[in-house]
């Protein structure tokens, strides 16, 4: 199954997702080309949109990150990844 990805790269903690299979534990990293591990992702906010202080910055980056998701999808279907 595909979904989105965080990667750490050992060099200076790069960070990055990536649009890939579920079987897929490492890649090189974008911005070095190091072999930038899988980490487990956050499945949603941190911030509980209920108690939380900053329930609309919970807001907004939840949108920003369902945007980055479909952009993500997008590229990968464009290049005929997916
Ligand atoms: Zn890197």
């Given at each position: ?13 790069h ?7 579920s079987?897929v534990?490492?890649l ?6 190091k072999v930038?591990?899988r980490?487990v ?6 911030l ?11 807001r907004?980056?939840?949108?920003n990150?369902?945007e ?10 464009s290049?005929?990844?997916a």
């Open positions: 199954m595909r979904r989105i990805y965080d990667f750490k790269c050992p060099k200076d903690g960070l990055f997702e990536k649009f890939v299979d079987d534990h490492s090189p990293c974008k911005l070095c080309n930038a591990t980490i992702s956050f499945a949603g906010p941190v509980d949109p209920i108690s939380g202080d900053f329930p609309s910055a919970t907004r980056w939840s949108l990150r369902q980055k998701i479909k952009a993500e999808r997008k590229a990968a279907d290049h005929g990844l």
